[in-house]
Nanobody, 124 residues
Framework: QVQLVESGGGLVQAGGSLRLSCAAS????????MGWFRQAPGKEREIVAA????????YYADSVKGRFTISRDNAKNTVYLQMNSLKPEDTAVYYC?????????????????WGQGTQVTVSS
């Protein structure tokens, strides 16, 4: 079992930056692949980025490539999402998710553990 708590969301103008954090409980954080997802009003939840348990290999949705960076600090049990050049269409509730195993999935179904979400609002 792992519990996840996101933080760092807020209101930012277009072109600005935010860094989301997701703190995980437990002593085997490095055994979990992590993902960031987002859900905008009236839309389905979608993958934003993912990272292997050991770090290094990452995945990004096409819509955020070159603007967002996922990283993790296994010593701090934390995964981050650095978001730059934010656009109004990035407005959503952002969730982190975890799955036991080194390999990440890009589908929601692959993640049994979820945080409560943090709101990101980008104004134009």
């Amino acid at each position: 079992q792992v519990q996840l708590v996101e933080s760092g969301g807020g209101l930012v103008q277009a072109g600005g930056s935010l860094r989301l954090s997701c703190a995980a409980s437990g002593r085997t954080f490095g055994s979990y692949a992590m993902g960031w997802f987002r859900q905008a009003p009236g839309k389905e939840r979608e993958i934003v980025a993912a990272i292997r348990g050991s770090g290094g290999i990452t995945y990004y949705a096409d819509s955020v490539k070159g603007r967002f960076t996922i990283s993790r600090d296994n010593a701090k049990n934390t995964v981050y999402l650095q978001m730059n050049s934010l656009k109004p269409e990035d407005t959503a509730v952002y969730y982190c998710a975890a799955r036991l195993g080194i390999v990440y999935y890009t589908s929601m179904d692959g993640y049994p553990y979820w945080g409560q979400g943090t709101q990101v609002t980008v104004s134009s």
